[in-house]
């Protein structure tokens, strides 16, 4: 079986970085440089019905070898995130590492300091792959793609070793939210599936937040400062009221695990139009429902202020949690936990933050929780994974896989 690290480091040399506001899928060409290198690996490890199609998703199977057991599907993406760039990746391994800081890059003095990130501790005396400073590393969800690659191939090269179908499909632009638009769930192959699309070491994920997109428009009029008293209204000053009256303690960078948040995405503007973009996130429904309700209320309150029209807000919901489309399934979940276990690693169920594409395919009718890929610090350049994990987490499909045959 081909090395975990030879094979991600293979991936991440690929651009595969997606881009918003495309309409065609895939967005970007490169991940079809990286799925042709995919389907050649696949072919050669003798997987079955290996197709790519015309928007870039892979299908393949390994045909099961024992009568009764269930297929199970693994899925990862292709693209990485469009926050930084993922061009001319230069990964660097390193060797035992201390449990300190580490200097990414002399020139720029870009260094990944422990402080911020005291969860590398635990990884002291190991290997780390990290970026030079500059982009991303790709590891979300390249990592992904490795294991469940290497997964494969161990039961390719162990035809002894009793199992059901195992279905694999590897996504474009899923960091853009496009990745299930164009997949077809019976050509997929399998009733049940994980995406290998998380976090360090161990993490599983069966709900997420639920989130919608708010957009404002915020007209102004524009006067001669000059003779502007009571006629002239500044569209981004209204814009920044606007953002004043929201609890300033509700965002990404000061909450986590289960609480909400508002994310102003995008502000652009002068005095005669203001524009800016929110995401709206939270675990409970109810809680969800009343952060959108308050920003209406917010423009609604503003707009007696300032003139009717003056704030004109759009809200629409983009994600929904999957929590109530897993739990009827969480015997995924259990069978999750118990392969970790068979393999030394303690699991632990961690809300997801953001999304995946098994999020939309669980409503599709495809349960499919979350698995950890060993991953720390995506969509940016301190990314980092262990080489350790690359390997634990292969080792953990592998007893999943064999999870579903042992309980035949």
């Known amino acids: 079986m081909k090395a975990p690290l030879k094979r991600f480091l293979n991936y991440v040399a690929v651009d595969t970085q997606s881009a918003f506001g495309v309409d065609d899928i895939p967005s970007t060409s490169g991940q079809f440089d990286l799925a042709r290198i995919i389907c050649g690996e696949l072919e050669a490890i003798g997987a079955r019905d290996v197709e790519l199609t015309e ?8 045909p099961g070898n024992a009568d009764g057991v269930p297929a199970v599907g693994f899925i990862a993406h292709l693209d990485t995130s469009p926050a930084l760039s993922g061009k001319d990746i230069k990964p660097r391994i390193v060797h035992d590492y201390d449990g300190g800081d580490i200097m990414l890059n002399e020139k720029t003095g870009c260094t990944l300091r422990i402080q911020d990130y005291p969860e590398l501790k635990r990884y002291k005396g190991g290997s780390l792959v990290v970026t030079d400073g500059t982009t991303l590393l790709g590891s979300d969800d390249k990592s992904g793609i490795t294991e469940i690659m290497g997964m494969l191939e161990y039961y390719a090269e162990h035809p002894e070793l009793p199992h059901g179908d195992i279905c ?11 990745g299930t638009e164009c997949f077809d769930i019976e050509r997929f192959g399998a009733k049940l599936a994980y995406t290998v699309d998380g976090a360090d070491l161990g ?3 069966f709900e997420n937040l639920n989130s919608a997109e708010a957009r404002i428009t915020v007209n102004g009029t524009s006067i001669h400062p000059g003779r502007g008293k009571n006629k002239l209204k500044n569209a981004v000053l209204m814009a920044i009221e606007l953002q004043n009256m929201l609890p300033a303690a509700e965002t990404p960078s000061h909450t986590e695990g289960y609480e ?3 994310h102003l995405t995008e502000f652009c503007g002068d005095v005669e139009k203001a524009e800016l973009v929110y995401k709206v996130s939270d675990f409970e429904q109810e809680k969800f429902e009343g952060r959108k309700e308050r920003l209406r209320l917010a423009c609604e309150y503003l707009n007696g202020v300032y003139g009717a029209g003056t704030f004109v807000i759009s809200v629409k919901d983009t994600m929904r949690n999957m929590r109530e ?7 995924l979940v259990e069978n999750a936990m118990a392969a970790m276990r068979d393999v030394g690693v303690e699991p ?6 953001g999304g995946t594409d098994g999020v939309r395919l669980s409503f599709m009718g495809l349960p499919c929780p979350n698995l950890n890929t060993g991953s720390h610090n995506c969509h940016g350049r301190f990314e980092c994974v262990p080489v350790e994990s690359l390997e634990k987490i292969t080792e953990m499909l592998i007893a999943l896989v064999k999870r579903y045959a042992v309980k035949v």
């Open 168 to 178: 694999v499909a590897f996504t474009p632009d899923e960091e853009i939210g496009r």
């Open 260 to 262: 909400g948040f508002y």
């Open 55 to 62: 928007h870039c998703h892979i299908y393949a199977k390994l």
């Open 348 to 353: 632990e169920l961690m809300p997801c933050r």
């Open 325 to 331: 489309a897993i739990e009827p399934h969480y015997e």
């Open 203 to 205: 993490k599983i994920s």
